[in-house]
Nanobody, 124 residues
Framework: VQLQASGGGAVSAGGSLRLSCTAS????????MAWFRQAPGKEREFAAA???????LYAGSVKGRFTVSRDNAKNTMFLQMNTLKLEDTAVYYC???????????????????WGQGTQVTVSS
């Protein structure tokens, strides 16, 4: 499966952005999907996941501000980011897995397929 992330950009604190991740070459509906992010000088971390069942997980740092969703008919996952903070500045990556179990949904190593990343920059 090939993943293409898009929608990043520069935004002021308190603003919003919507990221998209489009998959090709596979049956998208069969994959668990997730967003990870990597801030400058930090390790990549889990942000949100939407499993093929539709169940959703969020990191505590984004819960209540970010909304993850998927449209299986369009082979696309979305991340609506509201009330953005300076600390949300990062490269955002989408990831896919056909096999991971629920308990590993927030673990980077559970995802075999990765998009190229899209930069989100939040300024004051």
């Amino acid at each position: 499966v090939q993943l293409q992330a898009s929608g990043g950009g520069a935004v002021s604190a308190g603003g919003s952005l919507r990221l998209s991740c489009t998959a090709s070459g596979t049956s998208f509906r069969n994959y668990h999907m997730a967003w990870f992010r990597q801030a400058p000088g930090k390790e990549r971390e889990f942000a949100a996941a939407v499993r093929r069942s539709g169940s959703i997980l969020y990191a505590g740092s984004v819960k209540g501000r970010f909304t993850v969703s998927r449209d299986n008919a369009k082979n696309t996952m979305f991340l609506q980011m509201n009330t953005l903070k300076l600390e949300d500045t990062a490269v955002y990556y989408c990831a896919a897995s056909a096999t991971n179990i629920l308990s590993s949904s927030t673990t980077e190593s559970a995802y075999a397929y990765w998009g190229q990343g899209t930069q989100v920059t939040v300024s004051s």
